[in-house]
């Protein structure tokens, strides 16, 4: 490597100083979230609790485990994001490649019909008599279908695909290969990064997805945990209820509100957060330069 | 080269076609159709097939009459007239366009900016933990963000007025979060701090197309750092940028909704921080009145549609749109 | 089960039965004894003869299945079996109830739900808007019919019941923690260690609380908030203040449903009203010299337990500070004796009765409403069961667990005897995993039972909570149930009204708080008055006078 200059170095100092306070700055909330789960909640409340565990305790994720709804959501969870980020890149990819394929007839009007989608919708109540009409509700196929084909993932596939080599297609085709075939032998091969990244973005979709069980499931078996984590969220945001009741009421509400502390709560985050968190370090790995290269040459 | 790629693509496309009969061309490319017609069976069903719930907006619609709509009574743009006629009208309009123009204008470039510095970064461990680090905060609820926004920014030793007051910049902690003028730039750093690792994801992505000889030719050359991020980096993630900015163009009545209601909690801050999701929530939703919530939504979608149209028309020129 | 238990089970049904019916005279001799709990008739036969020959089903005759939804944001019934008393339900009384999640998301959830026609058996719910809404497209069943036929819920609530009822005549609405008792716990904290510090001043009016106030901010400076209102949003502890300056002014004269002053037979604007404007510039004099937390509107929960628990707050008021203040009473002795919160009785302006103040309101009709859904296949079964929930035996398992441990049968005032064996912590950790299942809660019946055992302890045993509440908030709190559905329907005309004049308040609130001078509050107000005088506040007034006379005839009439 070539040495720096002293606009370089600047620059290179700069950065690192940068990162390094991003970086803190995105990681202390989230450790110190780990750090109140693994602290008594009493002790807790009494605040202080910083970098590390005042009074150490694993209660907290004692009660989050003895809870049969909150390992059941949390298996939920898992099931609907593996299959649903599966069938849905799979799905999207093809539509994607369809779509960046010039000869295609109506392209234009598809792209269309597709993205006036993303502004306009029936809103939630047809949606909703539509998908009991389909027989979907309470079933996992719920998490699943409707969310097969994502505009936006397509638009970001076909982008990527577009500044693929024409020039492999081509000769692909001159080959005799058909289409489907340059898609899954040249296309999706040499689709590593965006693949990579849209299968994390579909992943953590399907994983921080509460509406759609909220709306769709009231059978709690089927429900994920991120829906339960939002109901225990709830209980702390102050909503306007308070402001339309007496103050006995208001009493009878805190108690009933009152019974999750922070640190069960935090316990509970970490459990619903953590397993997506650890999935992006596995994505990075895809993101290695040349790898588009160094197929062209072979 | 990538760029020539892109280049190339587009003259190809320009290219005027054989004009043939459009049903033979059809049979011919018949595997190409294949592809895109589950696509297209899917969206229609599930998202044109309950498009009918627009026309409530036009309604009186009673929700006990369920998915029966023609039962309610037609009433023309009445629920346009009332979001128009509203006193809050003006403010809700203002905040929403200047807070989403404030998050483009700086939530846009800062996940691009952040990428390029991580390109940047030869030390693979340290990049990598950088990477994994700044998504963090993407999946922490608004709820908790929040209330950590408000304990750093509290008044009673608050970590922000703490630090003021010990390097003598002021006297009297401020009052960050009850104060018209800090609530926008308040709102804008929380977000691109909750969103820029997560949003800087696609372009690294984009960046791993580089070739990387490009660089060692350019570093041979003696171009520095600025120049080859100018040169070779930006150029090729420009298609990914450039179709990301129609997208967010696009999206510029959507000024949030969750991070205001819960960062706005002082009610003396609402004629800044009112904006037409929190509004129609506050009015529409919790109220019933659903043709209020449809037609403030169908308002919304025809100024987003038209945003992007102009977006897509100007970017044509450059050879990446959507359509 | 096994037969030596069957055999108990007898024993303790004979002696249960005569003490219901003893209980049952002694409380309402005009209502017949609720049905006994030894009535379930495991295979016991010989306790039918009991039974009136008429229509009435029994509970836990014969099996009974419902589902229930919760109609919150924080909330979801809970499994059915996940709950000692749901357990003991199920296997004694062959009651099972199916939860229907609202996922986090009611009104979304709610809306689809009737779209579809497709309402669970059971909602839980506040009263008002959402249940109007309902009865009046139809969905709702009435209970008229089964009053007569169990009769606790009629037995305990009294008259107050009419209040309940819908424009058409009709009850749709089986309430929680209704009551003739006043009950809440909205007041003053007092951080004890300051106080002595600063050499236990007298602090009955308001004049004194701003002296101590400013003799805290003087000694501590920083390191302490002198007065900390809670969620000042809400009104909280700002609303509490408000009631110093009139006798007999009500919290509830603050709230969304209300925003009115009674004047004479009128109800008359908040905005104008001398006694808010006078309590507005004294909160706003407090606020301006920093003798309030300057996060009153922002802060959150965690925020405010955690300065007092630290101790950090010298006066601590809301309408519910108790919680919060016991939990940390009993962390602070912990360390020393000498520290820790107590209550003072409410603050009052100069001149007024002491006696006539009260910072915090209750309503005969407790907080919020169960509604039985035409979806339902046997309403009346489930009206039996949310019945026989509320009276003695339903309101026991809840509070003390099933019978036979912590109590067996009832004393003479139809209160649950406690046995040798109770384990004060055991009954203590069951109240608090029943909270989610008390739907229909009796606090007439309950409060009573528990002062019964509260009040056997020596001063120090008792429970913190429990000792204020007895000693000054319960005589301090007032019964608002007069203010009672005073909201018009959101989606007409003056629910749009109510809608802008919520909004116009909430910020003239915020703002008159934070205000620079009296002078500014004035102005403040002048233009929400204004504002609000052109959103048509006026009519919304008039409307709410008529409402409001109807609801004095009601309870006067009963």
């Not at chain 1, 200059?5 to 450790?31: C, Q, R, T």
């Not at chain 1, 502390?261 to 330069?289: E, G, W």
């Not at chain 2, 203002?94 to 700086?106: A, D, G, M």
């Not at chain 2, 009850?178 to 977000?191: G, Q, R, V």
Request: glycine fraction near 6%; aromatic fraction near 12%; charged fraction near 20%.
């Amino acid at each position: 490597m070539a040495r720096l200059g002293f606009s370089d170095k600047l620059m290179m100092i700069f950065i690192y100083v940068f990162l390094i306070v991003l970086s803190f700055s995105a990681f202390y909330p989230f450790w110190n979230a780990l750090v109140v789960s693994f602290n008594l909640g009493i002790d807790t409340t009494k605040g202080g609790v910083t970098f590390w565990p005042r009074v150490f305790t694993l209660e907290n994720y004692q009660i989050v485990f003895k809870d049969d709804r909150l390992i059941n959501g949390f298996f939920v969870s898992v099931s609907r994001t593996v299959v649903g980020t599966i069938t849905a890149i799979l799905m999207t990819a093809i539509l994607a490649y369809g779509m960046t394929r010039r000869e295609l007839i109506g392209r234009n009007y598809f792209m269309f019909f597709f993205v006036f989608t993303m502004y306009f919708g029936g809103g939630l109540i047809p949606s909703y008599l539509l998908i009991s009409s389909l027989g979907l509700m309470n079933k996992f196929l719920v998490f699943i279908i409707p969310a097969l084909i994502s505009v936006w993932n397509m638009i970001i596939f076909r982008t990527f695909f577009k500044s693929l080599p024409l020039g492999l297609e081509e000769s692909a085709q001159i080959d005799g290969a058909t289409n489907w075939g340059i898609f899954f032998r040249i296309v999706l091969p040499l689709s590593g990064p965006v693949i990579a990244t849209l299968s994390l973005f579909t992943a953590v979709a399907h994983w921080n997805d509460w509406f759609t069980p909220s709306i769709y499931i009231t059978n709690e078996n089927l429900i994920p945990i991120q829906t339960m984590l939002r109901q225990i969220l709830n209980a702390n945001i102050v909503t306007d209820m308070a402001s339309n009741m007496d103050t006995a009421s208001i009493a009878r509400l805190d108690q009933m509100r009152t019974i999750t502390t922070k640190s069960l709560t935090m316990a509970t985050m970490m459990v619903a957060t953590l397993p997506i968190v650890m999935v992006y370090p596995f994505v990075q790995k895809y993101f290695v330069k040349g790898v588009l290269i160094g197929s062209l040459k072979e | 080269m990538a760029q020539a790629t892109t280049e190339q693509r587009t003259r190809l496309e320009q290219q005027p076609k054989p004009k043939k009969n459009i049903f033979v061309r059809f049979l011919k490319q018949w595997d190409i159709q294949l592809m895109v017609w589950p696509g297209i069976l899917l969206i229609f069903v599930f998202a044109y097939l309950p498009m009918y719930g627009i026309l409530t907006s036009f309604m009186d619609y009673n929700i006990f009459t369920g998915g029966n709509i023609w039962a309610n009574p037609w009433v023309g743009f009445k629920h346009f007239q009332m979001f128009f006629d509203s006193p809050e009208f003006y403010n809700v309009m203002r905040n929403t366009i200047v807070i989403s123009l404030l998050k483009f204008v700086i939530g846009f470039p800062a996940p691009i900016i952040l990428a390029l510095m991580l390109n940047e970064i030869r030390h693979m461990m340290f990049k990598r933990i950088v990477q994994t680090v700044t998504y963090l905060p993407h999946f922490m609820s608004w709820v908790i963000v929040a209330g950590l926004v408000m304990s750093m920014l509290s008044t009673e030793n608050g970590s922000v007025n703490m630090l003021l007051k010990s390097v003598n910049m002021i006297d009297e902690p401020i009052n960050f979060l009850s104060m018209k003028e800090y609530f926008w730039s308040i709102l804008i750093s929380a977000n691109v701090w909750k969103e820029i690792g997560f949003g800087s994801i696609v372009y690294l992505a984009a960046i791993s197309g580089v070739d990387p000889h490009l660089y060692e030719a350019a570093d041979i050359d003696g171009a520095s750092k600025f120049k080859q991020i100018y040169l070779i980096t930006i150029p090729t993630i420009m298609p990914v940028v450039i179709i990301f900015m129609i997208l967010s163009i696009g999206n510029l009545l959507n000024a949030g909704f969750e991070d205001i209601l819960l960062l706005a909690n002082n009610p003396v801050l609402r004629p800044v921080s009112d904006v037409i999701d929190t509004y129609v929530y506050r009015v529409g939703l919790s109220n019933f009145r659903y043709s209020y919530a449809t037609a403030v939504g169908l308002f919304k979608a025809v100024i987003s549609i038209g945003l992007l149209t102009m977006a897509n028309y100007i970017a044509r020129r450059s050879g990446n749109s959507l359509w | 089960m096994t037969k030596a238990r069957k055999t108990t089970m007898l024993i303790v049904s004979a002696i249960l039965v005569l003490a219901t019916v003893l209980a049952g005279c002694s409380s309402d001799s005009k209502n017949k004894p609720s049905p006994s709990p030894s009535s379930n008739a495991t295979n016991t036969p010989s306790n039918n003869p009991e039974e009136p020959a008429s229509d009435v089903w029994e509970f836990g005759s014969e099996a009974l299945e419902f589902s229930m939804y919760g109609h919150y944001s924080w909330y979801d019934v809970p499994a059915w079996d996940s709950t000692v008393a749901g357990r003991w339900l199920k296997e004694n009384k062959k009651l099972n109830i199916t939860p229907i999640s609202a996922g986090g998301n009611p009104e979304q959830k709610l809306s689809t739900m009737i779209a579809s026609k497709s309402l669970p058996d059971v909602m839980w719910m506040d009263r008002g808007a959402d249940v109007e809404r309902l009865r009046e497209a139809g969905q709702l069943v009435a209970f008229d019919d089964y009053l007569d036929k169990y009769p606790n819920l009629k037995t305990w609530m009294g008259k107050d019941l009419n209040l309940l009822r819908s424009s058409d005549g009709k009850l749709y609405q089986f309430p929680n923690w209704y009551t003739g008792r006043a009950n809440g716990n909205a007041g003053y904290v007092i951080n004890k260690k300051i106080y002595d510090e600063l050499g236990q001043p007298k602090l009955e009016t308001t004049d004194d609380l701003y002296n101590y106030l400013v003799a805290v901010k003087a000694k501590y400076g920083d390191t302490v908030v002198p007065f900390d209102p809670d969620l000042a949003k809400d009104s909280q502890g700002l609303g509490v203040l408000y009631t110093a300056f009139k006798e007999n002014a009500s919290y509830t004269h603050l709230h969304a449903n209300v925003r009115a002053v009674p004047q004479g037979d009128n109800l008359t604007s908040l905005f104008t009203d001398p006694t808010f404007r006078e309590a507005q510039k004294y909160i706003a004099k407090l606020y301006r010299e920093k003798l309030i937390t300057q996060d009153a509107f922002t802060q959150t929960r965690d925020q405010i337990e955690e300065r007092i628990m630290q101790g950090r707050v010298a006066v601590y008021a809301g309408a519910n500070p108790t919680v919060v203040a016991m939990n940390a009473h009993q962390e602070m002795v912990k360390k020393d004796p000498e520290s820790g919160y107590f209550m003072i009785w409410p603050i009052h302006k100069e001149g007024l009765d002491k006696n006539k103040i009260f910072p915090g309101t209750y309503t005969a009709l407790g907080w919020n409403v169960n509604v039985i859904t035409k979806a339902a296949k046997d309403p009346e079964k489930i009206f039996a069961f949310l019945d026989w929930y509320t009276g003695p035996e339903g309101q026991s398992l809840l509070f003390f667990g099933p019978e036979g441990k912590n109590w067996k049968g009832f004393d003479s005032e139809g209160h649950p005897i406690f046995t040798d064996d109770y384990n004060a912590e055991e009954v203590l950790e069951l109240q608090k995993a029943h909270d989610p299942i008390m739907w229909n809660g009796n606090t007439g019946f309950i409060d009573p039972a528990k002062m019964k055992y509260e009040s056997k302890l020596p001063a120090h045993e008792q429970n913190w909570a429990a000792r204020y509440q007895s000693e000054i908030t319960w005589p301090t709190q007032s019964n608002a149930t007069e203010f009672i559905n005073l909201v018009p329907q959101p989606d007409s005309e003056l629910g749009i009204v109510k809608q802008r004049v919520d909004d116009i308040y909430t910020q003239a609130y915020a703002q008159s708080v934070m205000a620079k001078d009296d002078a500014e509050v004035e102005s403040i107000l002048d233009k929400a008055e204004k504002d609000a005088q052109a959103a048509g506040y006026g009519e919304l007034l008039e409307w709410r006078t008529v409402e409001w006379k109807k609801n004095i005839e009601i309870i006067a009439g009963g």
